[in-house]
């Protein structure tokens, strides 16, 4: 069983930076790839970026590419999403997500994953 808790979440205006945080429970963190998806109002779940279980081979989605930058520290048991250059469109509800794996993969689809935080949302002002 893992717990995911959010932090880092806000209002800021467009062009400005935010720095999103996932705390994991347990101690087999580095066992898990993990994800970042958001939520816009009236919109599905969508995906971000993920990174694998040694914090390498991050794969993120074509329209963060160059702003957002995934990491994790598996000694602290949590993976942070740097926000830069945020746009409106980058606003929504933000979740992180484990995925129990023992391959370096990086995982795309919700499906996949088997824990999910509880969100924290992101407001991006134009």
């Known amino acids: 069983q893992v717990h995911l808790v959010e932090s880092g979440g806000g209002l800021v205006q467009a062009g400005g930076s935010l720095r999103l945080s996932c705390a994991a429970s347990?101690?087999?963190?580095?066992?898990?790839?993990m994800g970042w998806f958001r939520q816009a109002p009236g919109k599905e779940r969508e995906f971000v970026v993920g990174i694998s279980r040694s914090g390498g081979r991050p794969y993120y989605a074509d329209p963060v590419k160059g702003r957002f930058t995934i990491s994790r520290d598996n000694a602290k048991n949590t993976v942070y999403l740097q926000m830069n250059s945020l746009k409106p469109e980058d606003t929504g509800v933000y979740y992180c997500?484990?995925?129990?794996?023992?391959?370096?993969?990086?995982?795309?689809?919700?499906?996949?994953?088997?824990?999910w935080g509880q969100g924290t949302q992101v407001t991006v002002s134009s």
């Open positions: 997500a484990a995925a129990q794996t023992m391959t370096g993969a990086v995982f795309t689809e919700p499906r996949h994953y088997d824990y």
């Open positions: 347990g101690r087999t963190f580095s066992m898990y790839a």
